[in-house]
Each structure stands twice: as C-alpha cells, then as structure tokens.
Nanobody
Framework: VQLQASGGGLVQAGGSLRLSCAVF????????MGWFRQAPGKEREFVAA????????YYAESVKGRFTISRDNAKNTVYLQMNSLKPEDTAVYYC????????????????WGQGTQVTVSS
C-alpha cells in the first residue's frame, strides 16, 4: 500500500492550498483517513481525520474553522482544504490511513504517505 501526498507549496498568509493523498495498492474504503504535520524542531501532530463514510470528521483545535477534510472513496483519495493559512501552519504534511480512529489520531496508523511541504510566508 502506498499513500502519495501532493499539493503543497509556498503561499502567503491568508491564502489557501488543497492537499491530496492518493492511495495505491488496495482500497481504503473502510479505513479512517487523516492528516498530520511536522514543523522543524517539533513533534508530528494530528491535524484532521475523516471516517470511512465521511460521516464524521475530527480536527485539531488549531485548524478548526480553517481546514476541511474530505474524501472520495471511488478515487481512493483524501483531501485537505486549507484556508486562511498562517505562518505557524508551515510544516511537512503527511497523510495516514488506519482501520481505527483512535489508532490514527494517536499517530500510530498502519499506512503513511511521504509528506508534502507547506510553507506560509508572513
């Protein structure tokens, strides 16, 4: 199973980016999907997660109201729409997949992508 994240880049504060994470090798239709990020010198932190049927979403307090997670099971892809970006959102963003929400949020998911860099300038 491979998770391939894309969509990162350089954006000014207040701008928007949309990250995508495509899954190859098996269907993750029944998996919880999520996003994490890691800034330089900091530990990896949970950003957002979405249940297998998109019925439930979960967000870190720091991104609530600005980020939106969604998924398209037909395309085996999860998205992270990031609006009103701040310099403190600068990090490498990773997607993850796991059958269980608690395992995923804890940062111990079965599958991880390679990461995509997001840089927000002030």
């Amino acid at each position: 199973v491979q998770l391939q994240a894309s969509g990162g880049g350089l954006v000014q504060a207040g701008g928007s980016l949309r990250l995508s994470c495509a899954v190859f090798g098996r269907t993750v239709r029944n998996y919880v999907m999520g996003w994490f990020r890691q800034a330089p010198g900091k530990e990896r932190e949970f950003v957002a997660a979405i249940s297998w049927n998109s019925g439930s979403t979960y967000y870190a307090e720091s991104v609530k109201g600005r980020f939106t997670i969604s998924r398209d099971n037909a395309k085996n892809t999860v998205y992270l729409q990031m609006n009103s970006l701040k310099p403190e959102d600068t990090a490498v963003y990773y997607c993850a997949a796991d059958p269980g929400i608690n395992v995923l949020v804890a940062g111990t998911a079965d599958y991880w992508g390679q990461g995509t860099q997001v840089t927000v300038s002030s």
